[in-house]
C-alpha cells in the first residue's frame, strides 16, 4: 500500500468514527434547548431526497420516496410497488449498504445546509422488520442474564441498532452500554 494509500484510508476511517460518534451522541437526542426546527428538518429530507433520487436514477432502480418529520428527526424511506430486486441490493447484507447510503445521505445535508443530519433512511421496510429481531435479540439477553447472572455480550452493530436495542433493554428493567470501538461496537447486557 502506498503511502497516499495509507494517509487515504486513515482519513477515511477517522472520518468514520466521526460519524459514528456523532451519531451515537445524537442518538440520545439534541441537547436541552437545541431543539431542531420542523421546517429545517423538512429542508435535510428534501435535500437527502433529492440526493437518493440522483443515485436511484444513476443506479436505474425505480422506487417512490417518502419524507416523514417526527420525534425531531427525519424519516427516509424509499420503497417500491414491486419486489424490486434493485432495491434489496440497497440493503445490502445485515443492512450494511444501507446504513453506507444513509451516511451519504447525511453528508448530502451537511455539504448543502452545513448543519449535522439524523436522519433515518429505511429501504423497503428493513428497518422495521430489523427493529422486531433486535427487540427479540434483547429479550434473549436479558433472559440469557436472568439466568446464569452473568453479563452478556451481543454482536457488533450500528449505532442506530444499539439505540434500539439500549431502549429494549431498559424498557424490561435490565441494563446495558456500549463497549468496544469502530466495527467492533457491542453492547452488554447486565443486570445492574
Same mark, same amino acid.
Given at each position: 500500500? &502506498?503511502?497516499? &494509500?495509507?494517509? #487515504?484510508?486513515?482519513?477515511?476511517? &477517522?472520518?468514520? $468514527?466521526?460519524?459514528?460518534?456523532?451519531? #451515537?451522541? &445524537?442518538?440520545? *437526542? !439534541?441537547?436541552? *434547548?437545541?431543539?431542531? +426546527?420542523?421546517?429545517?428538518?423538512?429542508?435535510? *429530507? /428534501?435535500?437527502?431526497?433529492?440526493?437518493?433520487?440522483?443515485?436511484?436514477?444513476?443506479?436505474?432502480?425505480?422506487?417512490?420516496?417518502?419524507?416523514?418529520?417526527?420525534?425531531?428527526?427525519?424519516?427516509? +424511506?424509499?420503497? @417500491?410497488?414491486? /419486489?424490486?430486486?434493485?432495491?434489496?441490493?440497497?440493503?445490502?447484507?445485515?443492512? $450494511?449498504?444501507?446504513?453506507?447510503?444513509?451516511?451519504? @445521505?447525511?453528508?448530502? =445535508?451537511? +455539504?448543502?445546509?452545513?448543519?449535522?443530519?439524523?436522519?433515518?433512511?429505511?429501504?423497503?421496510?428493513?428497518?422495521?422488520?430489523? !427493529?422486531?429481531?433486535?427487540?427479540?435479540?434483547?429479550?434473549?439477553?436479558?433472559?440469557?442474564?436472568? $439466568?446464569?447472572?452473568?453479563?452478556? !455480550?451481543?454482536?457488533?452493530?450500528?449505532?442506530? $441498532?444499539?439505540?434500539?436495542?439500549?431502549?429494549?433493554? @431498559? /424498557?424490561? *428493567?435490565? =441494563?446495558?452500554?456500549?463497549?468496544?470501538?469502530?466495527?467492533?461496537?457491542?453492547?452488554?447486557? +447486565?443486570?445492574?
Amino acid at each position: 500500500m &502506498s503511502v497516499e &494509500s495509507t494517509e #487515504e484510508a486513515t482519513a477515511a476511517a &477517522s472520518t468514520e $468514527e466521526l460519524a459514528e460518534a456523532a451519531v #451515537e451522541t &445524537s442518538e440520545e *437526542g !439534541a441537547p436541552a *434547548g437545541k431543539s431542531i +426546527s420542523v421546517s429545517r428538518l423538512e429542508e435535510e *429530507g /428534501d435535500v437527502a431526497a433529492d440526493y437518493l433520487e440522483e443515485l436511484l436514477d444513476i443506479a436505474d432502480i425505480d422506487g417512490d420516496i417518502d419524507i416523514e418529520v417526527r420525534n425531531g428527526r427525519t424519516y427516509i +424511506s424509499i420503497a @417500491a410497488e414491486d /419486489d424490486s430486486e434493485g432495491l434489496e441490493s440497497l440493503v445490502g447484507r445485515d443492512g $450494511e449498504v444501507l446504513e453506507a447510503l444513509q451516511e451519504l @445521505a447525511r453528508l448530502s =445535508v451537511l +455539504s448543502a445546509t452545513e448543519n449535522r443530519s439524523r436522519l433515518v433512511l429505511d429501504i423497503n421496510g428493513y428497518r422495521k422488520e430489523r !427493529a422486531g429481531d433486535l427487540q427479540q435479540i434483547a429479550e434473549d439477553a436479558v433472559a440469557k442474564v436472568k $439466568e446464569t447472572g452473568a453479563p452478556v !455480550a451481543l454482536e457488533p452493530m450500528s449505532a442506530y $441498532e444499539r439505540k434500539i436495542v439500549h431502549d429494549a433493554v @431498559a /424498557d424490561l *428493567g435490565f =441494563v446495558s452500554e456500549s463497549d468496544g470501538e469502530g466495527a467492533g461496537r457491542h453492547i452488554v447486557v +447486565s443486570a445492574d
